[in-house]
């Protein structure tokens, strides 16, 4: 069994035995990973004040003979990803991170630490959002809104494009149902995730909420 060592972001933990944690992981270089911390539930543990969420970690495991759990060795705090005041918003984006890059997938990790970069350059109250549409584009969930997502013509100077059922759909494609969205929020949209200085009204930072829960959604059928 050869030990391995990389950068990690903690996702979630579940308790394995009454002294044990099972830790899911996405690595820099190994993707999403699985592996045991004996004993991180033991009160003299080093796990239990290294093995944290929301922390940018540095591991090092041993890999499995056999299946996919390998065992952890050693796990060190780097920096925290987000603010006391943001571990909230940063809880909610490691639930969503954790379903949008499953068991055995490659990537992820860089992924995330962009939308907690996202997530921590922005107002409180718009910063989830921006995290989760710039996780959602890079799952490829979501595209550009410049155009209907379903038939591809330009919708980039009208006044109405519309929401349905995660989508961003012209006037012909969406029969008129759904959510309107206007330029204007479609503007706010695009310049909140290049500028972190652009705020999005209370009425903007809905919307965009509810389109974000739409893709949700959509994707868990």
Request: net charge positive; proline share 3%.
């Amino acid at each position: 069994m050869s030990e391995l060592q990389d950068n990690a972001l903690l996702l979630r933990l579940i308790p394995f035995s009454d002294s044990s944690l099972i830790a899911h992981l996405l690595t820099e270089h190994h993707g999403r990973i699985c592996v045991l911390a004996r004993g991180a539930r033991r009160i003299k543990s080093p796990f239990r004040a290294s093995l944290l969420q929301l922390q940018q970690l540095n591991i090092r495991w041993k890999e499995p003979r056999t299946g996919t759990m390998g065992t952890l060795l050693e796990s060190t705090r780097l920096k925290s990803l987000v603010d006391e005041k943001q571990s909230l918003s940063g809880q909610s984006l490691l639930a969503k991170a954790s379903t949008l890059f499953p068991d055995g997938v490659s990537q992820g990790y860089h992924e995330l630490f962009d939308a907690f970069t996202l997530l921590q350059n922005r107002p409180e109250d718009s910063g989830l959002n921006a995290a989760c549409w710039q996780l959602f584009e890079d799952a490829g969930l979501v595209g550009d809104l410049e155009s209907c997502w379903h038939c591809g013509e330009s919708i980039a100077i009208l006044p109405l494009s519309y929401w349905f059922n995660g989508h961003l759909l012209c006037d012909k494609c969406s029969n008129k149902h759904g959510m309107a969205i206007s330029l204007g929020l479609k503007k706010a949209i695009r310049e909140h995730m290049k500028n972190p200085n652009c705020k999005l009204s209370r009425e903007q930072t809905m919307s965009w909420s509810h389109m974000i829960k739409q893709v949700e959604q959509f994707h868990k059928h």
